[in-house]
């Protein structure tokens, strides 16, 4: 069964100043240059290989994926020549390179409107989770950012090479992701998505559906 790995950006400076980001964009700090890498660390730890690295089109998207493409690829050296390790596609003697990074646009993170670039408290309700509350400032409501990710990650899952994808993404996006198949979960939902949490879904192409089975936290795993 197709599997996708479904993961947050690492810590940005916006993150730790407590402001909006939406689709204006903050550079990853130290901390999430190192959160990146752990989590590429820990995929190879596993033995899994991404067919396909995807990222939201947003610069701490794309830069959390660039670093743990870097250790996927690190860690795939040091498994060359183990040809029994059938999910790192390791051959007797070069190994398949991993994957390219492609980008994604409907990965991207909900708009705040007015509201990016501001304090985190002037968003009406949750901030991940306003429902429709941002709408009035110009953002996206939690229901078409619900639908836009669905479409998205299916889309993507029934595409050619998507045996295993890991897709970068943002905590507003991941978490409406999340609650759209919390029904068919197999694992706890009641789970706050840290940076670079890794969140596992089986799809069901017949389906077209998703089964959260784990919620990983790469830096304790």
């Known amino acids: 069964m197709p599997t996708l790995y479904l993961m947050r950006h690492g810590q940005t400076e916006f993150n730790v100043a407590g402001l909006v980001q939406g689709h204006c964009d903050s550079p990853l700090t130290e901390l999430g240059c190192a959160q990146a890498r752990a989590a590429g660390r820990w995929l190879a730890a596993q033995g899994i290989m991404p067919t396909r690295l995807i990222s939201s089109p947003l610069g701490r998207a794309r830069a959390t994926l660039s670093l743990l493409r870097s250790e996927l690829l690190d860690g795939m050296v040091e498994s060359k020549g183990d040809r029994h390790d059938q999910r790192l596609h390791v051959g007797p003697s070069t190994p398949q390179p991993v994957s390219p990074l492609e980008i994604d646009d409907g990965l991207i993170e909900r708009s705040y409107g007015s509201l990016e670039g501001g304090p985190r408290d002037q968003v009406p309700s949750d901030l991940w989770d306003p429902g429709e509350g941002v709408v009035a400032f110009g953002g996206e409501g939690s229901a078409a950012l619900k639908e836009r990710m669905v ?71």
């Open 151 to 221: 479409n998205a990650l299916t889309r993507i899952m029934r595409a050619p090479s998507s045996e295993r994808v890991l897709a970068v993404s943002h905590g507003s996006a991941v978490a409406q992701f999340k609650a759209a198949w919390a029904d068919r979960a197999r694992c706890p939902q009641d789970v706050w998505i840290g940076n670079c949490f890794i969140l596992v879904f089986d799809f069901d192409q017949e389906a077209g559906a998703f089964t959260n089975t784990e919620i990983i936290d790469p830096a304790v795993a």
